[in-house]
Each structure stands twice: as C-alpha cells, then as structure tokens.
C-alpha cells in the first residue's frame, strides 16, 4: 500500500486533520528535524506555542523542509503571562521572528488563566488579524462556560479549541458544544502521553487492523471530526501517525472504544478551569 501523501488528509475550513505537535520537543536540532521530516513526509499544519520554547527550531524545520510557506498551516499559542492587550501583540511579533515567517494561520489563547481578559485579550487579537499577521483566532482549554464568554467578547470568529482529548479522555461535552456551535475540535496529547499502549481495547483493534494502538487512536479522533496533533521527534513515530491515514475503523471498533470506561487526564495544572 502507498504511504498517505498530503492531499490524503481531510481538512476542516482549511486546517489539516493530522498535524506534527511540539510540546516538549526542545532539543534544537532534534525539533528542526522533526519538522523537516513531517513536512517533507506530507505533514501541512505545525503545532507549537511560545511556551515551548522551540519556535526558533520550529521555524528552522520550515526552513529546512522543501514545502512553500503557503502550503503550510502553522499555529501557535500566547502564553498566560503575554494575555494583556500590549503583551499579545508584542509577544507574537516577537513568535514570528522566531519562526521565520510574516504571519501564523492560528493563534491560539493558550489557557484561560493568567493575564487572560476576554474583552481586552480579544480586541488584541482583532487587531493582530486586521493587520494581517494572523489568519486566524483560537483558543485552548477552554471548557464550555469560558468558550460562551470568548465567543461574546471575540470580534473575529472562533476558528477552534485545543485541548487534550483521546480514547481515555473522550471529551463528550466538548464534543457537543462544537457541534452545536460549529467550533471544531484540535486534540493535543491525542495518545494519551503514550498511555494508549496500555489498553487492551485498543491493542486488540490494532491487532486486527495489523495497525499500532497510537493509529488506531488517531482514527477514532478523525472518525469523530477532531483534528489530532500528536508529538513526535523520531522519523519513526512520524511516519507511524501519518500512516493512520490509511486505516478505516469499522462501526464495531468505534463503538468498542466509545465504550472504554476509564477516563485519565495528563494534562492538569493548578490555573486549569475545570
């Protein structure tokens, strides 16, 4: 079978479905070569934040990587100490420096927390789209009541919301709220910080499928209409999760992962709103 190329991967209002994550990806060269290597593997939507502290690496990979910056959807995030209006203009001038490139096709609020004023926070962010540095405005780890408050305060749409979601953390309100409310979903930690490989649900799929449990993972998200970002450094494990491109679940697979009793979240530090 052919490996997915690029024009094998669905995409929501212009946003790849499977995507390269960053988070924890720190060592230089090792960050500039990941993204190097999805790109030219097919990958178009890199993933990273400010607080990674890799944008510099990530804008290298680009740099690196044969593919024109327009086929590219490139997305960061505005740490909760730069939420103050002035800060979120400064501190993304400052990310596209770093990554090399003269806008970024989403900024993300990366949590509610901190410096995060929804009227002042948002009329930043207008102001970053109007002047044609950012294509679009999302936010990340926003639960239901803190999306109703964005959506009032914003003056540009809502492009999406990141948060972590998987087999194990199956985030059903979310999921509803952006049906309801036409926000798609981004999932971050999509394989549960590898945890995925621990249940017997998902290795019997993958079994069947002579599939690995972390595609299975990221075919179940894309069956439910979220777009995955799973993290990777090794050539690997890059081409592990873009090869879930090509696995199918039946009816009968989702619903035995629909059904996995245990709930586990990674990811929960001490300013998050739930």
């Not at 109703?148 to 985030?171: K, M, T």
């Not at 777009?227 to 989702?254: Q, Y």
């Amino acid at each position: 079978m052919d490996s997915p190329t690029s024009d094998d991967v669905a995409s929501v209002n212009g946003m790849p479905m499977l995507g390269l994550g960053t988070w924890e990806n720190e060592d230089e060269e090792e960050c500039a070569e990941s993204v190097r290597e999805a790109l030219d593997m097919g990958y178009r939507h890199i993933d990273t934040a400010q607080a990674y502290g890799n944008e510099e690496s990530v804008g290298e990979g680009i740099e690196r990587a044969g593919v024109d910056r327009d086929e590219i959807f490139l997305a960061t995030k505005v740490w909760i100490e730069n939420l103050a209006p002035e800060d979120v203009v400064e501190s993304t001038e400052e990310s596209l420096e770093k990554l090399g490139v003269e806008y970024v096709d989403l900024l993300y609020i990366h949590w509610p927390a901190g410096e995060y004023d929804p009227e002042g926070t948002f009329d930043a962010l207008s102001t970053l789209v109007a002047d044609g540095l950012v294509e679009n405005v999302g936010v990340s780890n926003f639960e239901p009541d803190q999306l109703d408050e964005a959506r009032e305060a914003s003056s540009v749409p809502i492009f999406a919301n990141q948060v972590e979601c998987h087999p194990l953390l199956p985030q059903e309100t979310l999921r509803a709220y952006a049906d309801e409310h036409d926000l798609p979903l981004v999932a971050y930690s999509p394989l549960a910080r590898g945890k995925v490989f621990d249940v017997p649900q998902l290795e019997e799929i993958a079994e069947k499928h002579d599939a690995s449990a972390a595609q299975v993972s990221l075919a179940w998200l894309r069956e439910k209409g979220i777009t995955a970002i799973p993290k990777a450094t090794g050539e690997e494990h890059i081409r592990d999760n873009w090869e879930s491109l090509s696995l199918e679940l039946d009816a009968e697979d989702v619903e035995t992962i629909d059904g996995i009793s245990t709930e586990e979240r990674q990811v929960d530090p001490s300013f998050a709103p739930w």
